[in-house]
């Protein structure tokens, strides 16, 4: 599975991006697909996450009411909407892949098995 992210950019606080994270492959729809985060001298983050289908959804703690995740398995893409930015959601997104056919969401980037390359988000304050 190869995957792609984009969609990342400049916005103000307050504001709202909507990432998109292509997938190749004709087996999208076995993976649960998360969404990582890493600002500057920080860790990678987990922020979301959303099973197979659709069916189960995760979120950080700090994202949540704010961010929603969603997949159209039609098109091999998952998304994720952010809304209410806040300069602390400044990070470099990453999506990621985890085969997963059973339903199961992990939130341990170490789970997952493909990744994106990334895509930047900057939020001013």
């Known amino acids: 599975v190869q995957l792609q992210a984009s969609g990342g950019g400049l916005v103000q606080a307050g504001g709202s991006l909507r990432l998109s994270c292509a997938a190749s492959?004709?087996?999208?729809?076995?993976?649960?697909m998360g969404w990582f985060r890493q600002a500057p001298a920080k860790e990678l983050e987990f922020v979301a996450g959303?099973?197979?289908?659709?069916?189960?959804?995760y979120y950080a703690d700090s994202v949540k009411g704010r961010f929603t995740i969603s997949r159209d398995n039609a098109k091999n893409t998952v998304y994720l909407q952010m809304n209410s930015l806040k300069p602390e959601d400044t990070a470099i997104y990453y999506c990621?892949?985890?085969?997963?056919?059973?339903?199961?969401?992990?939130?341990?980037?170490?789970?997952?098995?493909?990744w994106g390359q990334g895509t930047q988000v900057t939020v001013s304050s």
């Open positions: 990621a892949a985890d085969f997963a056919p059973y339903g199961l969401v992990e939130t341990k980037g170490r789970a997952y098995d493909y």
């Open positions: 492959g004709r087996t999208f729809s076995s993976y649960a």
């Open positions: 959303i099973s197979w289908n659709g069916g189960r959804t």
